[in-house]
């Protein structure tokens, strides 16, 4: 009789299929993803509640040396006591009536600010401050839109009348209108004349220029010493048309005067305006603001002084 051998039996190892890594992976993913937004969620936590802490802490101090100094509000953050000023800005007026003033806390991109009419942390930046990680930019031009009067304004090339026109804006309720009579080449204004000292830096100048269809203007950023940055010529389609200046150059602080013009291209009698005049440190081209607008500031009297601002 045959011996009858049992047969062997073997487990077979099976491996993950496609289909399956492809969930674990999704798996590992959709909770990498959840501990990253709740890392994150506590993290921007953390950073806001520091800078409500901050900029509660730096107020109760701008309160108390004015409560000490007759209301007056401290020249800064140092002269308050604050002797960690990281992260904060502050700005005053012990002119204005009342008497105003701002401090923002900036944690990252969190950034709260107290004011003498917000009295609790207020999100965002008070005007004039940087807020969530973006600085802000300085239009240097005094007087940029021509609002009250022709301040800063010092006169014009021969043939020339200068004028503020309520009738004409581009931006606020006035521009700066030049009517020339013919009798000069180039004839034309020299507009907003910025005097003081700059650093040596790269500048920027833009303006809004409105003409009588077919006139042909050019616009000319000057420092002090020569360097013109000059516009190609262009054609008036009768609308604002805004003027893009090549960036400039300075290589010395001593610097002391801009003047942004505008002139014709040739002999001819006309009329043209210009408005919305900005000068900036840097090559970029911002949209135009100035210290009337949203969350901006004017470094000085309104409408004759350098305005700081966001610059969205």
Same mark, same amino acid.
């Given at each position: 009789?045959?011996?009858?051998?049992?047969?062997?039996?073997?487990?077979?190892?099976?491996?993950?299929?496609?289909? +399956? #890594?492809?969930?674990?992976?999704?798996?590992?993913?959709?909770?990498?993803?959840?501990?990253?937004?709740?890392?994150?969620?506590?993290?921007?936590? &953390?950073?806001?509640?520091? @800078?409500?802490? &901050?900029?509660?802490?730096?107020?109760?101090?701008?309160?108390?040396?004015? &409560? +000490?100094?007759?209301?007056?509000?401290?020249?800064?953050? +140092?002269?308050?006591?604050?002797?960690?000023?990281?992260?904060? +800005?502050?700005?005053?007026?012990?002119?204005?009536?009342?008497?105003?003033?701002?401090?923002?806390?900036?944690?990252?991109?969190?950034?709260?600010?107290?004011?003498?009419?917000?009295?609790?942390?207020?999100?965002?930046?008070?005007?004039?401050?940087?807020?969530?990680?973006?600085?802000?930019?300085?239009? #240097?031009?005094?007087?940029?839109?021509?609002?009250?009067?022709?301040?800063?304004?010092?006169?014009?090339?021969?043939?020339?009348?200068?004028?503020?026109?309520?009738?004409?804006?581009?931006?606020?309720? @006035?521009?700066?209108? @030049?009517?020339?009579?013919?009798?000069?080449?180039?004839?034309?204004?020299?507009?907003?004349?910025?005097?003081?000292? *700059?650093?040596?830096?790269? *500048?920027?100048?833009?303006?809004?220029?409105?003409?009588?269809?077919?006139?042909?203007?050019?616009?000319?950023?000057?420092?002090?010493?020569?360097?013109?940055?000059?516009?190609?010529?262009?054609?008036?389609?009768?609308?604002?048309?805004?003027?893009?200046?090549?960036?400039?150059?300075?290589?010395?602080?001593?610097?002391?005067?801009?003047?942004?013009?505008?002139?014709?291209?040739?002999?001819? &009698?006309?009329?043209?305006?210009?408005?919305?005049?900005? #000068?900036?440190?840097?090559?970029?081209?911002?949209?135009?603001?100035?210290?009337?607008?949203?969350?901006?500031?004017?470094?000085?009297?309104?409408?004759?002084?350098?305005?700081?601002?966001?610059?969205?």
């Amino acid at each position: 009789m045959s011996k009858i051998w049992p047969v062997p039996t073997t487990t077979a190892s099976r491996g993950f299929t496609i289909v +399956e #890594l492809l969930i674990v992976i999704v798996v590992i993913g959709i909770l990498a993803a959840i501990t990253i937004v709740a890392f994150n969620g506590v993290q921007n936590k &953390a950073r806001a509640g520091a @800078a409500q802490s &901050a900029v509660s802490q730096a107020n109760k101090k701008i309160l108390t040396y004015a &409560a +000490e100094n007759a209301d007056q509000y401290p020249p800064s953050l +140092e002269a308050a006591g604050v002797t960690n000023t990281q992260g904060l +800005e502050y700005s005053h007026n012990n002119d204005a009536t009342p008497r105003t003033y701002g401090v923002t806390a900036t944690n990252g991109m969190s950034s709260f600010y107290i004011s003498n009419t917000a009295p609790q942390p207020t999100g965002g930046g008070y005007p004039g401050h940087s807020a969530g990680g973006i600085a802000t930019i300085t239009n #240097l031009i005094a007087n940029p839109s021509v609002e009250v009067n022709t301040s800063s304004i010092t006169g014009a090339a021969g043939g020339v009348v200068i004028s503020r026109d309520t009738a004409q804006s581009f931006s606020g309720v @006035a521009s700066l209108r @030049a009517v020339t009579d013919g009798t000069q080449t180039g004839s034309g204004t020299q507009q907003l004349t910025l005097a003081g000292t *700059y650093p040596a830096g790269t *500048y920027k100048a833009t303006m809004y220029v409105k003409g009588s269809t077919g006139v042909q203007l050019y616009g000319i950023l000057r420092p002090a010493g020569g360097g013109d940055a000059v516009t190609p010529a262009i054609t008036m389609t009768g609308g604002w048309q805004r003027f893009e200046l090549p960036a400039i150059t300075v290589t010395s602080s001593t610097t002391t005067q801009f003047s942004l013009m505008v002139r014709t291209t040739a002999a001819v &009698a006309t009329t043209f305006w210009v408005d919305a005049a900005m #000068l900036v440190e840097g090559s970029t081209v911002y949209p135009y603001k100035d210290g009337t607008s949203g969350n901006w500031a004017w470094n000085g009297t309104a409408h004759n002084s350098a305005s700081t601002g966001m610059p969205l």
